[in-house]
């Protein structure tokens, strides 16, 4: 099943994206289109589809809870 | 022979594991386990790594005093049964407070809080309220063509279902009804037929025969349904539905 993941916009193209998400993985292809995010933003994505742009603040608080999740479950993150 | 929990699981979680939404990096194993019919504890091991899955499993299977994998527990996750009943909607709602990574814990109150405490640990209704919930689906300028991918989006990710029509070598043509989104919510749309891939080595598809109704996740072919399964996957899907479609009225009447 999907989660929701928060990631970073590295590359736009024809409204699909590649985005590297908080938890270290990243995906191609992911549509961007919907929220229109650009190179950049921080968005929300449940899979493939980015369903929402994050704020600098949300996307920060996000990243955190990430780690501390990481940090928690003994996975090591960059 | 008895049905297995691991197998039914495994089957239903590898779609959007091998396209990288969910799960670790099991480097087919998987698939390989699926193919050769093998229940195993490192396959046991790996769906537990699953971010989303296994704890709702976990939830379900303590509500119901059975084991996670004992078939009935991921049954009634993916599919629907009267397991989902058993869960109380007080540890439904700590566990998705507590429990499920990257979900807004203002949004998840908001779910519970729009819907008076009703809520099932199903799948489809977590995918539907993931959805509703989101920026997207309420925007006022919403534009059709957003509105049919954020339609199959969701038609993706849930599990859906469709009789067979026709067996190809690696495809199968099956009469699905598609999850449609409108200004009125939620709606599955009049049957059609689409093409989805299933994999012949994996049990039963083999046999696969027109007819057969099939469990759909990514446009990929899990498992052959019984007729129960069917009529629960419509009965829960359909139940999901209106509960999403309350949540998005509610949200509505709040602007």
């Not at chain 2, 050769?36 to 504890?41: I, Y």
Request: net charge positive; proline share 4%; with cysteine.
């Amino acid at each position: 099943m999907c989660v929701t993941r928060a990631g970073k916009v590295v590359y736009t193209s024809n409204g699909r994206a590649r985005v590297e998400f908080f938890d270290g993985r990243a995906l191609d292809d992911i549509d961007v289109s919907v929220v229109d995010a650009k190179k950049g933003a921080f968005v929300e994505v449940f899979g493939n589809l980015a369903l929402g742009v994050l704020s600098s603040a949300e996307a920060k608080r996000r990243k955190q809870a990430w780690i501390e999740v990481a940090k928690a479950a003994g996975v090591a993150h960059e | 022979m008895k049905a297995d929990g691991v197998l039914f699981h495994a089957k239903h979680a590898f779609m959007p594991n091998s396209l990288g939404y969910c799960g670790p990096d099991e480097k087919g194993q998987i698939q390989r386990d699926l193919e050769g019919d093998r229940s195993n504890e490192e396959l046991v091991q790996t769906l537990k790594k699953f971010e989303a899955a296994y704890p709702f499993l976990r939830l379900i299977a303590k509500s119901a005093g059975r084991q996670v994998f004992d078939y009935t527990v991921p049954e009634a996750y993916w599919i629907g049964n009267r397991l989902l009943d058993l869960v109380p909607v007080s540890d439904f709602y700590s566990f998705s407070h507590h429990e499920i990574k990257g979900r807004d814990p203002e949004k998840v109150r908001e779910v519970f809080r729009r819907l008076d405490g009703v809520a099932p640990p199903h799948h489809t209704f977590y995918v539907m309220s993931t959805y509703a919930t989101s920026a997207v689906p309420d925007g006022p300028n919403i534009t059709n063509q957003a509105r049919l991918k954020i339609a199959e989006a969701v038609d993706n990710c849930r599990i859906s279902w469709g009789t067979v029509r026709r067996v190809g070598k690696e495809e199968l043509q099956v009469e699905v009804r598609r999850v449609n989104v409108d200004e009125r919510g939620l709606s599955l749309a009049r049957p059609a037929v689409k093409r989805v891939r299933y994999n012949p080595e994996v049990r039963p598809f083999a046999k696969v025969r027109a007819g057969d109704v099939v469990s759909i996740h990514w446009n990929y072919a899990c498992d052959v349904l019984t007729p129960r399964q069917a009529r629960n996957l419509a009965r829960y899907t359909d139940a999901d539905i209106r509960l999403v479609n309350r949540l998005m009225e509610s949200e509505e009447s709040r602007k």
